[in-house]
Nanobody
Framework: QVQLVESGGGLVQPGGSLRLSCASS????????MGWYRQAPGEQRELVAT????????DYADSVKGRITASKATFNNTMYLEMKMLKREDTRVYYC?????????WGQGTQVTVSS
């Protein structure tokens, strides 16, 4: 069993920055894949970033490429999503997930609202 807890969401003005955190109850090194997703009401959940195994390979969605950086830290078992130059259309609930063996785990989500 893995518990994931997101934090760091909030209200930010267009052009601003935020850093989201995803704290894991198990070692992030044990996950062969971790990811960030986002979802707006009435829309499908969208994959934003994927971190593979050691973190050496990270994939980003085209919609956010160049504006976000995903990373994970083994010392505190936390995954991060640094977002900059935020746009109104980035307003979503952001979720982290992790894959361990054949199981997939999700956090509860954190709301990001980009508005002036």
């Amino acid at each position: 069993q893995v518990q994931l807890v997101e934090s760091g969401g909030g209200l930010v003005q267009p052009g601003g920055s935020l850093r989201l955190s995803c704290a894991s109850s198990r070692s992030v090194s044990s996950m062969y894949r971790m990811g960030w997703y986002r979802q707006a009401p009435g829309e499908q959940r969208e994959l934003v970033a994927t971190i593979w195994t050691s973190g050496a390979m990270i994939d980003y969605a085209d919609s956010v490429k160049g504006r976000i950086t995903a990373s994970k830290a083994t010392f505190n078992n936390t995954m991060y999503l640094e977002m900059k130059m935020l746009k109104r259309e980035d307003t979503r609930v952001y979720y982290c997930n992790a894959n361990l063996l054949e199981y997939t785990y999700w956090g509860q989500g954190t709301q990001v609202t980009v508005s002036s």
